[in-house]
């Protein structure tokens, strides 16, 4: 291979990198499958789902740009309103429509507050996020006329989705909804990062002013991954609002900010499925721990996490090596693949 | 075909013999979701303790079906009592739906009681309208106009004039607000400002100084149960009460739970309000003491809404001989009258609000510990905000 030319090389790289890796059909498979296999759970698997459509929004910027925020709940926020506003005032009656515009108007939002993003290195950007959403947590207190301020957006309902599937009790069409956005908006997420451009932000995280002297638009760059995210943002927001016909001021909360880190920082950063994976984790721990001891849970929590961070999350992923050893004998494109290579040697 | 239809009826027939003779052992389910975490943590002990205390003096056993109580935490985060009610319904198939710390999560929650056909019992929000959205509601706790219209009447009455209200920017402030204010003018009083405050962490001193700027005769205050004390703290910190200027309220902003810690500034404060522990009657005597005996602290108002929730559970359980479906037990609920730590109290049948006694109280020291002692009764108080839509 060492004739080849090095351009090609890390061309060939780089699509076995974007290559579908056998774990992410099995994980992806897992996940449809438990749309029959737990019926029962179908409640707690939609707000994984909505927390993981989140984390990965958090991930574009912070995995792959390097944009440390405290203040993701603010697009999150912000779609949520939208959504229940909506629906509300019957302005836009489809959910799937209303999704859409929700996310658009977050991103919206993102455009806008980037610009002050730009500026300043880390600190700076967690304290510009954070003021950012806590700004907009007061502007929807301080208008309860519109939003209900403290006692919450009442009276909103969701009609059902495409005029045929009611959002019934058991949960069963909200996540089957959660989980098809969730797929669309991870493909879509995989394939940005995937792309050259996904490449360039992944080249200014690592070093911004030699990016921007090889000819990345490093600010253009940073703007239009903001913007989307904070789009991924909004519709997690406005799925959570049409899954549960609520909203209220906690979908602006700081804690929500800081769950979602927790949540990208138990699961991982950079490869996309960090926030899914934290997600799961997250919300079950929470749950469980919840259920044992309604009044002691955060106390647990914060020792798992501690915990976490001492063993280290390398340690862990080295306990799932025989899995990923596995797997990897399993797929099957990798020999065909080798013999192909093989063939086109002279 | 024929028999086919036959043996299809037969196994329904034997199906259903079994069913009902599974619930007359099936332990009745009660789903308790209350802030156990959080800033409204208080309201969640409190109510714990006043249900745990009922099921302990009374059995878990009422009409030949157990009682068994799941308790959750929504850390007063509406959208999580949400899926917590959802799941006590879906999964669980609990009966009643119980707790609810504040008037957001009562209201998340009431969609849900009127589609699982399942009782929503509030054991503590206040808001006058959660009764109305759902058919399946009822209500042991109180509603703030209950404690406001009479206060107002009080005060009329008592040489207070001018009056400042100062509220927490909410539904329960505004109905208290509200409330009060009407019925104030009503009786020839006057309400020289209106100040709001938010309802998350609030600091009082620059309220409190606009307040004090517009020289009332009273300043009515409302804030929700554990802010009391900082609002004290902070009104005698400004040197109000040298400038006489006195303090009225619901009973809200001096909580039994948090009285004994806020000094002597609150001495003299008169609350209207249907709970104290200072309650004289032999029914609260041992509720009090039975109580400090199984907590270290003292009861408030929000634990009597727990034990009078159950009360009424039981109650309602004991006249439908065990039957536990929504519409039976609400209608065994209506017009439920008995006797309560607080005094003697009803479900009203047309609204499923309560009806109490509502008792002007002062805060005095009692053998070295503060408490709201009761001076005055106004008996019977249906919610005023609903009495007067009619």
């Known amino acids: ?346 | 075909m024929r028999r086919l239809t036959a043996l299809k009826a037969a196994l329904a027939v034997g199906l259903l013999g079994l069913t009902s003779a599974a619930w007359a052992q099936d332990p009745v389910k009660i789903g308790l979701i209350l802030p156990m975490t959080g800033q409204q943590a208080s309201t969640g002990k409190q109510i714990k303790a006043g249900v745990d205390l009922y099921i302990k003096e009374h059995g878990d056993t009422v009409a030949g079906r157990k009682i068994e109580v799941i308790l959750k935490d929504d850390a007063a985060v509406p959208d999580n009592t949400k899926r917590l009610a959802q799941e006590l319904i879906v999964n669980d198939k609990v009966s009643v739906i119980a707790g609810f710390g504040v008037t957001p999560a009562a209201l998340a929650a009431a969609p849900l009681a009127t589609e699982g056909k399942v009782i929503e019992l509030v054991m503590a929000a206040g808001t006058s309208i959660i009764t109305e959205r759902s058919p399946y509601i009822a209500r042991t706790s109180f509603t703030l106009a209950q404690s406001s219209v009479p206060l107002a009447d009080w005060a009329a009455k008592n040489g207070i004039k001018k009056v400042v209200t100062m509220v927490s920017d909410y539904a329960p402030g505004h109905d208290a607000e509200k409330s009060f204010s009407d019925r104030f003018k009503e009786a020839g009083g006057e309400v020289i400002e209106a100040i709001r405050f938010p309802l998350a962490n609030p600091d009082f001193a620059p309220f409190l100084q606009r307040a004090a700027d517009a020289k009332p005769d009273a300043i009515m205050v409302f804030v929700p149960s554990g802010q009391g004390g900082t609002f004290m703290k902070q009104f005698t910190e400004r040197g109000l009460d040298k400038a006489g200027i006195k303090v009225i309220g619901p009973g809200d902003v001096t909580d039994d739970d948090l009285l004994p810690a806020m000094g002597d500034a609150v001495l003299g404060a008169v609350t209207a309000h249907f709970y104290s522990a200072d309650h004289p009657s032999a029914k609260n005597q041992a509720y009090v003491e039975a109580f400090k005996k199984a907590n270290n602290f003292r009861p408030n108002f929000m634990s009597v809404g727990g034990y009078d929730g159950m009360h009424l559970i039981y109650e309602a359980l004991k006249k439908t001989g065990g039957k536990a479906d929504g519409d039976t037990l609400i209608a065994a609920m209506k017009g439920m009258s008995w006797e309560s730590p607080r005094g003697p109290i009803s479900i009203d049948p047309e609204t499923r609000d309560i009806i109490q006694n509502v008792y002007m109280r002062k805060v005095e020291k009692k053998a070295g510990e503060l408490y709201n002692v009761e001076f005055a009764t106004f008996e019977g108080i249906k919610d005023p905000v609903k009495a007067a839509k009619k």
């Open chain 1, 1 to 346: 291979m060492s004739q080849q030319p090095p351009g090609e090389e890390i061309a060939r790289r780089l699509v076995a990198r974007a290559s579908w890796q056998p774990l992410e059909v099995l994980f992806w498979a897992a996940a449809l499958a438990s749309i029959y296999v737990l019926p029962g759970r179908h409640l707690i698997l939609t707000e994984i789902a909505i927390l993981g459509l989140f984390a990965l929004s958090l991930d574009l910027i912070l995995g792959y740009a390097g944009i440390v925020s405290l203040g993701q709940a603010a697009f999150f926020g912000f779609g949520a309103y939208a959504a229940g506003l909506l629906a509300k005032y019957d302005l836009v009656t489809e959910p799937l429509l209303a999704l859409i515009v929700s996310g658009v108007a977050a991103a919206l939002v993102g455009f806008v507050t980037s610009f002050l993003v730009l500026r300043g290195s880390d600190l700076t950007r967690i304290m510009v996020t954070l003021g950012v959403a806590l700004v907009l947590r007061e502007i929807a207190n301080r208008y309860a006329w519109l939003t209900g301020g403290a006692d919450g957006l009442q009276g909103v309902e969701i009609k059902p989705l495409f005029g045929l599937y009611r959002f019934d009790m058991f949960g069963h069409t909200a996540f089957c909804y959660a989980l098809g956005v969730l797929i669309v908006l991870f493909l879509l997420a995989r394939r940005i990062v995937h792309s050259p451009f996904g490449l360039s932000l992944q080249s200014i995280k690592g070093n911004p002013v030699r990016a921007a002297a090889v000819g990345i638009p490093v600010n253009g760059r940073l703007v239009a991954i903001y913007t989307i995210a904070a789009g991924y943002a909004g519709v997690a927001g406005a799925l959570l609002t049409q899954t549960t016909a609520f909203t209220s001021l906690s979908v602006l909360d700081f804690e929500r900010s800081a769950d979602l880190l927790l949540v990208l920082i138990i699961g991982g950063t950079g490869y996309l499925y960090g926030g899914l994976i934290g997600a799961i984790l997250f919300k079950l721990m929470q749950d469980y721990l919840a259920a044992l001891t309604p009044q002691y849970w955060p106390f647990w929590i914060g020792l798992l996490l501690v915990a976490i961070v001492l063993i280290g999350r390398e340690r862990i992923m080295s306990w799932t090596k025989p899995i990923r050893a596995l797997a990897r004998r399993l797929d099957w494109r990798r020999s065909t693949t080798a013999v192909a290579v093989e063939g086109q040697r002279p």
